[in-house]
């Protein structure tokens, strides 16, 4: 039980700086439980996307081979504001199908925002996952939408990829590369100038508690390759599967 409740303390409190743009495997597995912390920080050069962080907390169960559910709590600092609880998202996926090579899935959530002037969204993906060259490689297809009274635009367009290779680099640590790339609008993409894209790599770490039970740590950097994108992002993903 001591074990239980210090890595529940390190997953909550832990800081080290996958952002919080979670790229999600496609396959599902009946009885998967896990609550994990991450987030990102942004170093840039411009004071207002400087030390920008956002802190996602989130719940996750598998109740079929197919289906998954998840809740997520987003906390964030924006320029010259307090950190805060803005948003909480309920999140449903399906498996659609799964061999040993490779998997498909759509993923279907709600976004609720607390603050005012915010609308609330609805988010859908494309996940594809499949192994090849050593590695599990995965590709969200991300498309949003606003609505209600304070919604504006039509479908946003988001692609985050990651590679991550089975065979440790050292001492069970594992090497992944990834990136997230927003377009804009679906019917009318932003300039290339204007679009956000960030490419990075990152470290990941399993440790074993006990039957059942794991945490994954995983670190990394981003760097931006668009003047809207910040400059460097530092990021993680804290998981504990039980």
């Known amino acids: 039980m001591k074990k239980i409740l210090l890595f529940i303390l390190l997953l909550i409190f832990v800081k080290p700086l996958f952002a919080h743009h979670k790229i999600y495997g496609a396959r599902v597995h009946k009885g998967d439980r896990e609550i994990s912390w991450r987030g990102h920080f942004d170093y840039d050069n411009r004071s207002n996307k400087n030390k920008a962080h956002i802190h996602v907390a989130e719940i996750e ?34 498996e659609l199908i799964e061999t040993d ?16 002037g915010e609308a609330n969204e609805i988010e859908y993906k494309i996940l594809a996952e499949r192994n090849f060259l ?34 440790p680099i050292y001492k069970d640590i594992k090497f992944g590369i990834g ?23 990152g470290f990941q770490k399993s440790f074993h508690i006990k039957d059942e039970m794991e945490y994954t740590l995983f670190v990394g950097p981003l760097f931006g ?3 809207e994108a910040a400059d460097n992002t530092l990021l993680w993903n804290m998981e504990l599967e039980f």
């Open 101 to 116: 090579a490779w998997a498909a899935a759509l993923y279907f959530s709600f976004n609720w925002y607390r603050e005012k």
């Open 179 to 201: 990136g997230v790339h927003s377009f804009g609008q679906l019917d009318n993409f932003d300039s290339p100038g204007r679009q956000k894209h960030q490419v990075g790599f």
């Open 225 to 227: 390759l668009t003047n």
């Open 134 to 167: 050593g590695a599990r490689n995965i590709i969200n297809f991300v498309f949003e939408n606003e609505f209600g009274s304070k919604a504006e635009g039509s479908t946003s367009f988001k692609i985050s990829f990651l590679s991550m290779w089975d065979k």
């Open 61 to 94: 169960y598998a109740w079929t081979n197919k289906w998954q559910s998840e809740i997520e709590f987003f906390m964030r600092d924006k320029y010259e504001n307090n950190f805060r609880w803005y948003k909480t998202e309920f999140q449903n996926q399906y």
